[in-house]
């Protein structure tokens, strides 16, 4: 389900083995170890529940949040870190919610393949992250969901990140790291992201904000629809083997060193499978606060204003 929820199941496989240096039998590994993850956390089961589930505190505050794009085109998330109070919160309801906010930034940018990751740390004060919380984020930008960031921009004003920084650096791998720039003023900001695509609040001239918009009555109707789930799931699991028939073809031409007859036919499979899943998308995951807004195509895919 992870895989084919891509536009491509390639990007899925791809993104495991960039984060491992293309080094196979580690990227084989973090894929079986994701899918562990994945099986023990219930993460399907997550994305049927939707937000109505996770905590309205965290969702009312918009600690994270799609405000535009950067200047390479992708989507820019803004993760306003003054926000996250967890004395005020359950560390688990905070764990809930990014591991939710991940699973469904998935769904949503099925063509940009990754997001920029804005964090912003003004008025920040130690009460705001505990060392918990900051580990199980990176664990997840870099395991479980691997290769998600294409840039961490850190806007600091702050003295106080120097010790919070020293904490997290040594869990930070070489390829996450390199990705990071540190931000010490709005002009820093805009050497990555146009001023009218930063938010208003940073003083930028973007009044979008991709704000919690609470479930609409029946929004999720389609999932008591048994008949037609029971459909679309036979549907989708044919459209998995046609795709990995014509992968085995696709390989067996590679072998034979004619890399080119299948990849059209097999190119289409996987289009067949996007086709499949985003149908059953319909019966088995919750509307998102993404699709509420209108953000979200016909296509699955997300637009921003």
Known sequence: MACSVK????????????????????AFAAIQST????????????????????????LRL????????????????????????????EIFAHKRYLVSHFEILQHVIRKDERITMLFDFTGFSM??????????LVTLGTKQYAETSSMLILLVDSWLFTNFWNLIRPFLDANLSARIVFAKTIDDVLTFVD??????????????????TLPHEGENKAMTDLVSRKHAEENWRESITVFKDATRKWYRQIANGDSNTC?????????????????????????????????VNENGCLELP
Do not use: C
């Open 263 to 295: 990849v059209a036919a097999r190119n289409a499979a996987a289009h067949q499978l996007d086709l499949a899943e985003q149908k059953l998308s319909m019966y088995t995951r919750a509307r998102n606060n993404f699709e509420r807004l209108g953000l």
């Open 195 to 212: 001023e009218d695509q930063l938010p208003e609040e940073l003083g930028g001239r973007n009044m979008f904000a991709s704000k919690f």
């Open 35 to 58: 899918i562990e993850w994945r099986a023990t956390e219930a993460i399907d089961h997550l994305s049927w529940e939707g937000e109505i589930t996770l905590g309205y505190n965290e």
């Open 62 to 89: 918009g600690i994270m949040q799609l405000v535009g794009r950067d200047r390479l085109g992708y989507p820019l998330l803004h993760i306003r870190v003054r926000q996250i109070m967890p004395r005020a919160t």
């Open 127 to 136: 009460d705001n992250t505990p060392f918990n919380l900051v580990h199980f």
């Open 7 to 26: 536009e491509h199941p390639d990007i899925w496989v791809y993104r495991f083995l960039r984060s491992t240096h293309w080094d196979v039998d580690k």
